[in-house]
Nanobody, 126 residues
Framework: VQLQASGGGLVQAGGSLRLSCAAF????????VAWFRQAPGKEREFVAA????????YYADSVKGRFTISRDNSKNTLTLQILSLNPEDTAVYYC????????????????????WGPGTLVTVSS
């Protein structure tokens, strides 16, 4: 089982990015998935989660209105659309997955997830 995030880079404040996470050797529809991020010198924090069905999402308060999480179960991919980037968004962004029998549950704790990708770096310049 493998997750591979991509799409990070250097962006000016106010810009946007689209992060993607591809899942390999996994029955993607059996997994709830999420994005976390870790800024330099800080702990990993929850960003957004989406349940097995595409209709259930949950966001950290700090990103509501700017970040949109989505998934395409036919392509085994998870996406995070980020708008209005600011320097505080600078971090390594990780995608994570956990098996669940629930089609709607979302999970916000890092310990809720057992499968992690290596992360993609987002740097926002002021």
């Amino acid at each position: 089982v493998q997750l591979q995030a991509s799409g990070g880079g250097l962006v000016q404040a106010g810009g946007s990015l689209r992060l993607s996470c591809a899942a390999f050797r996994i029955t993607f529809t059996n997994y709830a998935v999420a994005w976390f991020r870790q800024a330099p010198g800080k702990e990993r924090e929850f960003v957004a989660a989406i349940g097995r069905s595409t209709g259930t999402t949950y966001y950290a308060d700090s990103v509501k209105g700017r970040f949109t999480i989505s998934r395409d179960n036919s392509k085994n991919t998870l996406t995070l659309q980020i708008l209005s980037l600011n320097p505080e968004d600078t971090a390594v962004y990780y995608c994570a997955a956990r098996f669940t029998y629930s089609s709607t549950m979302t999970y916000t704790g890092a310990t809720d997830y057992s499968i992690w990708g290596p992360g993609t770096l987002v740097t926002v310049s002021s």
